[in-house]
T-cell receptor, first 114, second 114 residues
Framework: NAGVTQTPKFRILKIGQSMTLQCTQDMNHNYMYWYRQDPGMGLKLIYYSVGAGITDKGEVPNGYNVSRSTTEDFPLRLELAAPSQTSVYFC?????????????FGEGSRLTVL | AQSVTQLGSHVSVSEGALVLLRCNYSSSVPPYLFWYVQYPNQGLQLLLKYTSAATLVKGINGFEAEFKKSETSFHLTKPSAHMSDAAEYFC????????????FGAGTRLAVHP
């Protein structure tokens, strides 16, 4: 059982470049999330989705876009990368919209913008 | 608005000693509270959760936490630390609007020395 899979694990971008972080889950979860983790800051919610075709902003959405065309996939798009987007990005999913807190996380994608 | 404060970004204990990681929360509604653990180069895993049932919550690997409404606290404890407990620990509270949008604390890195 793969769970939540993120690719790539590492990436270096130049300022102004664009890229997509991929996230796929095989648990048939409706709810999916993108968080970024910065040292000493914990995790901040970027975007989330409650089902295919439905997405919404989290705490720190600026500079990012998402789409959810299927239940399994929730890619995060970075347009015009900036040094402030250097971070570790985590995708997560869960089956319930209730506040059970039982999120399943991927292993993370470490992005550096130079 | 909900928020979480973790006191102490780094905690160091001896193997076999008591582990105490502190978490205080702020919430305008009855909170759901969670502790997650992150091992190096991995995603987060749910350790335990409080969802308005018993105030003393037991989790995996011998950890437990007590919800104290009067102190707005949800401290994590383990009677006897093991080397394998070395990790980063995050306290989280359910955000407003449901959908498992968690608000994370900044994290506490636990070191266990022989």
């Amino acid at each position: 059982n793969a769970g939540v899979t993120q690719t790539p694990k590492f990436r270096i971008l130049k300022i102004g470049q664009s890229m997509t972080l991929q996230c796929t889950q095989d648990m048939n979860h409706n709810y999916m999330y993108w968080y970024r983790q910065d040292p000493g800051m914990g995790l901040k919610l970027i975007y989330y989705s409650v089902g295919a075709g439905i997405t919404d902003k989290g705490e720190v959405p600026n500079g990012y876009n998402v789409s959810r065309s299927t239940t399994e996939d929730f890619p995060l798009r970075l347009e015009l990368a900036a040094p402030s987007q250097t971070s570790v990005y985590f995708c997560a999913s869960t089956s319930s919209g209730l506040n059970t807190g039982e999120l399943f996380f991927g292993e993370g994608s470490r992005l550096t913008v130079l | 608005a909900q928020s979480v404060t973790q006191l102490g970004s780094h905690v160091s204990v001896s193997e076999g000693a008591l582990v105490l990681l502190r978490c205080n929360y702020s919430s305008s509604v009855p909170p759901y509270l969670f502790w997650y653990v992150q091992y190096p180069n991995q995603g987060l895993q749910l350790l335990l959760k409080y969802t308005s049932a018993a105030t003393l919550v037991k989790g995996i690997n011998g950890f437990e936490a007590e919800f104290k409404k009067s102190e707005t606290s949800f401290h994590l404890t383990k009677p006897s630390a093991h080397m394998s407990d070395a990790a980063e620990y995050f306290c989280a509270v359910s955000g407003s609007g449901g959908y498992n949008k968690l608000i994370f604390g900044a994290g506490t890195r636990l070191a266990v020395h022989p």
